[in-house]
């Protein structure tokens, strides 16, 4: 059974820094992509950042624009995570993150975990 479990989150005040983690149990995904979205209080699910896998074990960052600079992803396939290492955080970012995996670099996001709140105080 898949389990993706994320941690780090907590309560930051603005300007401050956090860095997510998301350990993924059950299946490696070496040859697959790993991201963050974030949902809002009253607000949809959100991209954040993609780690997708491009050739061999190569990867490429995507990032959504509202955080580009700022966040910055990362992962560990030899510890099977994936991290968010959030930056020059403000009140905007104050969501819960959820961790995503999907099956293969070509394939939706189909494993996601449970989520951990961020609140970032102003």
């Known amino acids: 059974q898949v389990q993706l479990v994320e941690s780090g989150g907590g309560l930051v005040q603005a300007g401050g820094s956090l860095r997510l983690s998301c350990t993924a149990s059950?299946?490696?995904?070496?040859?697959?992509?790993m991201a963050w979205f974030r949902q809002a209080p009253g607000k949809e699910r959100e991209f954040v950042a993609a780690?997708?896998?491009?050739?061999?074990?190569?990867?490429?960052?995507d990032y959504a624009v509202s955080v580009k600079g700022r966040f910055v992803i990362s992962r560990d396939n030899a510890q099977n995570t994936v991290n968010l290492q959030m930056s020059s955080l403000n009140p905007e970012d104050t969501a819960i993150y959820y961790c995503?995996?999907?099956?293969?670099?070509?394939?939706?996001?189909?494993?996601w975990g449970q989520g951990t709140q961020v609140t970032v105080s102003s």
């Open positions: 995503a995996a999907s099956r293969s670099a070509i394939a939706a996001y189909v494993y």
């Open positions: 059950g299946r490696t995904f070496t040859s697959a992509n």
């Open positions: 780690s997708r896998r491009s050739t061999g074990v190569t990867y490429l960052a």
